[in-house]
């Protein structure tokens, strides 16, 4: 089991730049969760997916910010146009939603850096 | 989901047990603790949880006070690549809701 995808790793991109964040859940996963880290705010919830339809997104900060879930194995988050202030460590979290094992896994991450 | 409090940071000995202990004094009867960690630069890991039992894998273990409004996830043998940030995470099982990440308790196993 590769886990789960994300890409790129790394993203540095100038300001009013359009970035796209790429996520592969777990195989087999019917919830699909976006965060965001930064050092002030800690990790917070953006968006989440159940069966590729959102559910929650009201974590989302601004109409800057847009998800899709075009199929069960593939998520993506835009942000058009970027700003400094979204620099910040973006993760995908995917899991299963049974009642007992709805244990959230995380991917490595995506740094996005805007200058 | 309840409110937790955790120390904002531990030491503890390369080998030794590390125990990480967590307040969460408004849980209601059908929320769990869960556990995650952080490792430097790396995506939350899931390490256990729990609704009023005991529970043990292969990671940790997991004590959860009688009256369930505290409880303490030990390390049995913590090594270096154990120290990480530890969130404790009150929340119900299956609603498959997000996970609200307080601040954490930062763990440093000394060698």
């Known amino acids: 089991d590769a886990g789960v995808i994300q890409s790129p790793r790394h993203e540095v991109t100038e300001m009013g730049q359009e970035v796209t964040l790429r996520c592969k859940p777990i195989?087999?996963?019917?919830?699909l969760f976006w965060y965001r880290q930064t050092m002030m705010r800690g990790l917070e919830l953006l968006i989440y997916?159940?069966?590729?339809?959102?559910?929650?997104d009201s974590g989302m900060p601004e109409d800057r910010f847009s998800a899709k879930m075009p199929n069960a194995s593939f998520s993506t988050l835009k942000i058009q146009p970027s700003e400094p202030r979204d620099s910040a460590v973006y993760f995908c979290a995917s899991s299963w939603g049974d009642r007992n094992t709805d244990t959230q896994y995380f991917g490595p991450g995506t740094r996005l850096t805007v200058l | 989901d309840a409110k937790t409090t955790q120390p904002p940071s531990m030491d503890c000995a390369e080998g030794r047990a590390a125990n990480l202990p967590c307040n969460h004094s408004?849980?209601?009867?059908?929320?769990?603790v869960y556990w995650y960690r952080q490792i430097h630069s790396q995506g939350p890991q899931y390490i256990i949880h729990?609704?009023?039992n005991n529970e043990t894998n292969e990671m940790a273990s997991l004590i959860i006070t009688e009256d369930r409004k505290s409880s303490t996830l030990i390390l049995p043998h913590a090594t270096l690549r154990d120290t990480a940030v530890y969130y404790c995470i009150v929340r119900i099982s299956g609603s498959a809701r997000q996970l609200t990440f307080g601040s954490g308790t930062q763990l440093t196993v000394l060698p």
């Open positions: 729990g609704l009023k």
């Open positions: 195989s087999g996963h019917d919830y």
């Open positions: 997916f159940n069966n590729n339809v959102p559910i929650d």
């Open positions: 408004t849980i209601s009867g059908n929320e769990y």
